[in-house]
């Protein structure tokens, strides 16, 4: 079974930075890809990025595109997202999630849906004020 824990949320003025990250049970990195994504109160869980540690493909959305970066540690199972530029629509609870690495392979299409993903992490909160 994998296990994930995304730490790293806070508090941050409009145009700080942050950095999440998620650790993963050993050798998720074998069979998943993880992608993070994040909830705003009455609002559907959004894909942010998504990397697929083995080959290092990467993906965003495109409301994060050039504001934030997605990276892996292999050797410590620890995937992280830096955020920059932040403002207040960023706002929400970060989740990292595990997708298996087949539905991420030379395609963009599958990583952003949530259905997709086996586990999860239990969120950090990030508060961006104006």
């Known amino acids: 079974e994998v296990h994930l824990v995304e730490s790293g949320g806070g508090l941050v003025q409009a145009g700080g930075s942050l950095r999440l990250s998620c650790a993963t049970s050993?050798?998720?990195?074998?069979?998943?890809?993880i992608g993070w994504f994040r909830q705003a109160p009455g609002k559907e869980r959004e894909g942010v990025s998504c990397?697929?540690?083995?080959?290092?493909?990467?993906y965003y959305a495109d409301s994060v595109k050039g504001r934030f970066t997605i990276s892996s540690d292999n050797a410590k199972n620890t995937v992280t997202l830096q955020m920059n530029n932040l403002n207040p629509e960023d706002t929400a609870v970060y989740f990292c999630?595990?997708?298996?690495?087949?539905?991420?392979?030379?395609?963009?299409?599958?990583?952003?849906?949530?259905?997709?993903?086996?586990?999860w992490g239990q969120g950090t909160q990030v508060t961006v004020s104006s």
């Open positions: 050993e050798r998720t990195f074998d069979d998943y890809a």
């Open positions: 999630g595990a997708i298996l690495r087949i539905h991420t392979l030379n395609t963009d299409s599958y990583w952003h849906n949530p259905r997709l993903y086996d586990y």
């Open positions: 990397i697929s540690p083995t080959d290092a493909s990467t």
